[in-house]
């Protein structure tokens, strides 16, 4: 796991040290003010992976959630899910982040389906590992808007092509950090942990 990371530095964070499947989550809640269940967890487990207290946690998501509905209904609602991730409610489990095999295997569309579906046709599927769920023009027009040259992109879409998932992932860490990787990546918490070394 990471330092300590406050509310604050999440931003900032999302667009220098996130995996894209994790970029991709924060910018879909910054959005839209809500995430499903599904990203939520991914991406909750995440954010307490880096360091971010279950106090600072709440506090980012009620931000973020009450944008579009009153404070009380997210504490009835969201915030058990919330203490749930940090082992404080239910079986009080230790959940830990998932790992980049758990998210490539998943299948976003089992979780909601009916909604999902939807958003299938409108591409509204923002969980899950990019480089095995998106679209791969809708893909491409991301690595583009995040500054990936267009011959980095070429070699990016060449691993997804062959369902290199990781690999893809491990490239575009390279292209968007100038460094070669020390290990391929195998988990959005390693992208997270190797991105802030590099800038030490
Ligand atoms: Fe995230 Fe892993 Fe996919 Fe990279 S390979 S985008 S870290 S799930």
């Known amino acids: ?9 999440i931003d900032g964070l999302s667009r220098s040290a996130y995996p894209l499947c994790m970029r991709q989550l924060h910018t879909a809640l910054k959005e839209n003010h809500h995430l499903k269940h599904g990203g939520r967890l991914q991406y909750g487990l995440f954010l ?3 360091g971010l207290s ?3 946690a709440l506090i980012f998501w009620r931000a973020e959630f009450t944008k579009l509905m009153d404070v009380d209904k997210f504490d009835k609602q969201y915030a058990y899910n919330i203490r749930h991730n940090y082992g404080k409610e239910g079986k009080r489990a230790d959940y830990t982040p998932y790992s980049c095999m758990k998210i490539i295997m998943s299948n976003p569309q089992d979780l909601e389906i009916i909604m999902e579906l939807i958003d299938v046709l409108f591409k509204l599927i923002f969980t899950g590992c990019p480089f095995r769920h998106t679209d791969a023009d809708l893909l491409r027009q991301r ?3 995040y500054r990936v040259p267009k011959k980095g992109a070429d070699e990016i879409m060449e691993f997804v092509k062959e369902s290199h998932y990781q690999l893809a992932c491990t490239r ?3 292209l968007t950090h100038g ?6 990546i195998n988990h959005p918490n390693q ?5 802030r070394q590099s800038l030490q």
């Open 1 to 9: 796991a990471g330092g300590k990371v406050t509310v604050d530095q």
């Open 48 to 50: 307490k992976g880096i």
């Open 54 to 56: 279950l106090e600072e």
């Open 143 to 145: 690595l583009a808007a």
């Open 172 to 174: 575009y860490y390279e």
């Open 179 to 184: 460094v070669t990787a020390s290990s391929a």
């Open 191 to 195: 992208y997270f942990d190797e991105s």
